[in-house]
């Protein structure tokens, strides 16, 4: 394994699989499989989760709700989306700890960065809930910051597609996937695999990102093999 300690971000979407709105119950099974086969390997592995599937600020307050009292709704949205794949984890037997940047103590454990990094010592997933704590971020910003804080020595940013393409696979058939990237070339050309805050905190602290696709199943012990999946960011 070349990784011991990795950050996974998913978004909500990840956990909506085909359906519009919401969680695919199937879907989550699966991804808490992937995790399982992760953790049995001793990797210690945190998550943070979004809430796009349920929630999203931005889009809340284009439609003229207050941006901060949305993205407030956003993160309380990702606290969902976490204790739901937490059920999953443990369903399997896989020891997890939702911990929520907003406090909610009757239903998780508040952020607590060195409690965070004891559970990972003790082979517990920890899935951080509620993103950053702060609107006007986003939960890529938070897998940034928590990668940082935690130590992680790489980022997994789950998506639909098989990593970073020159163009939008889904619209151009000829789009070309890079197999690596760094920083800044994913800053300039507005490549939009995280966001600008998410991918300068990275850079900064020089955590690389791997983005893969995660409905292949299997990825994500791959890219802790070392085996090259989707696209590599870094400096
Ligand atoms: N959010 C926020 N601060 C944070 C993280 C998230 O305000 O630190 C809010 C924001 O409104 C966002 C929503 O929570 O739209 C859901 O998160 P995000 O859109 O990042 O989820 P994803 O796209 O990963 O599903």
Sequence with gaps: MIYQRVLLKLSGEALMGNLGYGIDPKVVAD?????????QEKVEVAIVVGGGNIFRGVKASAAGMDRAT???????????NAMTLQDALE??????????????????EPYIRRRAIRH?????????????????FTTDTTAALRAAEIDAQVIFKATKVDGVYDSDPVKNPDARLY??????HVLTEDLRVMDGTAIALCKENNIPIVVFNLAERGNII????GESI??????
């Design 31 to 39: 991804i808490a499989q992937d995790i399982a086969q992760v953790v």
């Design 70 to 80: 949305a993205d407030y709704v956003g993160m309380i949205a990702t606290v969902m």
């Design 91 to 108: 369903r399997i037997n896989i020891p997890t700890r939702v911990q929520t940047a907003i406090a909610m103590q009757e239903v998780a």
């Design 120 to 136: 990972l010592e003790l082979g517990r997933v920890v899935i951080f809930g509620a993103g950053s704590g702060n609107p006007f």
């Design 179 to 184: 197999k690596s990237l760094n920083y800044n």
């Design 222 to 225: 791959r890219a802790i093999k």
């Design 230 to 235: 989707g696209t590599i960011i870094g400096g």
